[in-house]
Nanobody, 124 residues
Framework: QVQLVESGGGLVQAGGSLRLSCAAS????????MGWFRQAPGKEREFVAA????????YYADSVKGRFTISRENAKNTVYLQMNSLKPEDTAVYYC?????????????????WGQGTQVTVSS
């Protein structure tokens, strides 16, 4: 399995931007499809975005489409989530995840490795 560490979270005003990074350790990073999920207080974890193994296919939740962009640099073992036009409802802990079974899956059960999460807080 791959180990994942997120960074880049913080406090931002509504309309602002943040860029999350997820650094992976271990071999064969390019064999994993990658995803971002988030969990707000009192709510279930939800899918945000996913990217295929070589970055050719991107998937987004409707709530973030047009505002968030997922990307990856396999040479650096890193996946990113660029978040623009942030809204208070984007406030959550954001998790990076890696999977090998179903490319671009939106289901958390299809991801076998998870980071510890990074807090994103958007003030109104």
């Amino acid at each position: 399995q791959v180990q994942l560490v997120e960074s880049g979270g913080g406090l931002v005003q509504a309309g602002g931007s943040l860029r999350l990074s997820c650094a992976a350790s271990g071999r064969f990073f390019s064999s994993y499809y990658m995803g971002w999920f988030r969990q707000a207080p009192g709510k279930e974890r939800e899918f945000v975005a996913a990217i295929s193994r070589i970055g050719s296919s991107l998937y987004y939740a409707d709530s973030v489409k047009g505002r968030f962009t997922i990307s990856r640099e396999n040479a650096k073992n890193t996946v990113y989530l660029q978040m623009n036009s942030l809204k208070p409802e984007d406030t959550a802990v954001y998790y990076c995840a890696a999977g090998r079974l179903i490319d671009g899956s939106r289901r958390s059960d299809d991801y076998g490795s998870w980071g510890q999460g990074t807090q994103v807080t958007v003030s109104s």
